[in-house]
């Protein structure tokens, strides 16, 4: 098991076997800003795996059970990052993914965690973002796990079911676990408050007449969990 904090740093670095963080009381942490290969990392009990680096191997986070809890996060406490993750990704009941957001830019404005294999939550698991100095404006998303291909996100994080309302240092972010552009990544997104378009051809019609009227803006790029592209109205006479 690991305390640290230790970096790892250099060009590669290859572990044989399993890397376990964890400590039964103070805080372990490993900071990866390089490439490292181990056939496993877990991040157990007062464990905490961050970095701007690659891993190459599958990283579990959080145990299942007990009292005290893993957490991973790309960049560090002080700094955004981008992290990447060349194996499957397991966030247990006990495991926290903890994500800065000070802008709209993947790794030097908001944390990003890249996973080239699979990504399962646990319903009990936790996700803490904060934003940092930075108020999102309306259209404004955040990929802060980029799950690759077409494989879906299993699972979802305690309190942050899909199309949710999350509150991010007082401000109220959508989840969407099919955003990104190949629509399977982890995505807080500010949507777009949806604005009437003229309405102007309704006609005379009856009360039985229905238009469809269209909103704009209303549909953008990474806006899944609040898309919807029309209503229908009855004209009232």
């Known amino acids: 098991s690991a305390r640290g904090p230790y970096v790892i740093a250099g060009t590669t670095n290859s572990i044989t076997g399993t890397i376990a963080i964890a400590s039964p009381s103070l805080t372990s942490t490993v900071i990866v800003n390089s490439a490292l290969t181990a056939t496993a990392i877990t991040v157990n009990g007062n464990g ?96 802060l796990i980029a799950n690759d291909s077409t494989d879906a996100v299993t699972g979802a994080f305690t309190g942050a079911a899909q199309g949710s309302s999350l509150s991010v240092s007082g401000t109220s972010l959508k989840v969407s676990y099919t955003g990104g552009s190949d629509g399977n990544d982890f995505v807080l997104l500010n949507p777009v408050v949806p604005t009437l378009t003229t309405v102007s051809t309704l006609g005379s019609g009856t009360e039985d007449t229905q238009k469809a009227i269209s909103f704009a803006d209303l549909i953008t790029a990474g806006d899944e969990a609040v898309a919807s592209g029309t209503v229908t109205a009855f004209v009232v006479k």
């Not at 891993?55 to 579990?60: D, K, L, M």
């Not at 005290?68 to 992290?83: C, D, R």
């Not at 397991?90 to 709209?104: E, R």
């Not at 936790?126 to 955040?142: C, E, M, N, Q």
């Open 48 to 143: 905490n795996l961050s970095g701007t680096g690659s891993i190459t191997g599958n990283v579990t986070v959080g145990p299942s059970s007990g009292s005290t809890f893993g957490k991973i996060e790309a960049g560090t406490s002080a700094t955004t990052g981008t992290l990447t993750i060349n194996g499957n990704l397991a966030v247990n009941s006990m495991g926290i993914v903890a994500a800065q957001i000070g802008g709209t830019t993947a790794g030097t404005g908001y944390d990003q965690i890249v996973v080239n294999g699979t990504v399962n939550l646990d319903p009990a698991s936790v996700l803490t973002p904060t934003l940092v100095s930075f108020t999102p404006s309306a259209g404004d998303s955040f990929v």
